[in-house]
């Protein structure tokens, strides 16, 4: 167990639909950091935010957005989904912004109908 | 351009038989090299970083190693338990996001 937790486990949705995705972060770490994993592309970065602001941004869509409140906990909002936004979505934190090990949450499952 | 590539995707091993895993990076300064392993369905988990050429961990079977160009986790006297997707990913320029290779896929059979 990581400590980082994120509900829902799993989500399924229909084309045009909006969802939030909800990430906790383990104890005493300042940074969220999102991932999607599909079958064909890998691990690919989102977004990463500290101490509640935006820090780093990766390839994510237009469409979703995200933000990290005063309890560190983090949300990912994806809208308008398509077929092809079904995914595994990990949320990781790390103690601060930069170049320490990052700790995976058990993911989401987002499944597009 | 960043990037990670691993080899094989795919391992099949028998129990007990040995072997190594490579991932090789191309970035502009390391800034760490990380190794994670994936159940099926689960978020990944951490088992090692590296952070200059020569330096080595171990963990119960596994060992890391790294130089300037790739990394090694070599895999001794494996066990079914350790059947999983082991991924390699490295920092990139501005030390912020991982960028993962598309992992190994390990099988141990008994």
């Known amino acids: 167990d990581s400590g980082v937790t994120q509900t829902p486990k799993h989500l399924i949705t229909a084309t045009g639909q909006r969802v939030t995705l909800r990430c906790s972060p383990r104890s005493g770490d300042l940074s969220v950091y999102w991932y999607q994993q599909s079958l064909d592309q890998g691990l690919q970065f989102l977004i990463q935010?500290?101490?509640?602001?935006?820090?780093a941004k990766g390839n994510i869509l237009e469409r979703f957005s995200a933000q990290q409140f005063p309890d560190l906990h983090s949300e990912l909002n994806l809208s308008s989904l398509e077929l092809g936004d079904s995914a595994l979505y990990f949320c990781a934190s790390s103690v601060d912004s930069g170049q320490e090990t990052q700790y995976f949450g058990p993911g989401t499952r987002l499944l597009v109908l | 351009e960043d990037q990670v590539t691993q080899s094989p995707e795919a391992l099949r091993l028998q129990e007990g038989e040995s072997s190594s895993l490579n991932c090789s990076y191309t970035?502009?300064?390391?800034?760490?090299l990380f190794w994670y392993r994936q159940d099926p369905g689960k978020g990944p988990e951490f088992l090692f970083t590296l952070y200059s050429a020569g330096e080595e961990k171990e963990k119960e079977r596994l060992k890391a190693t790294l130089t300037k160009k790739e990394s090694f986790l070599h895999i001794t006297a494996p066990k079914p338990e350790d059947s999983a997707t082991y991924l390699c990913?490295?920092?990139?320029?501005?030390?912020?996001?991982?960028?993962f290779g598309k992992g190994t896929t390990l099988s141990v059979s008994s």
């Open positions: 990913a490295v920092h990139d320029q501005a030390g912020t996001a991982l960028i």
């Open positions: 935010y500290y101490n509640g602001e935006e820090r």
């Open positions: 970035v502009s300064g390391l800034r760490g």
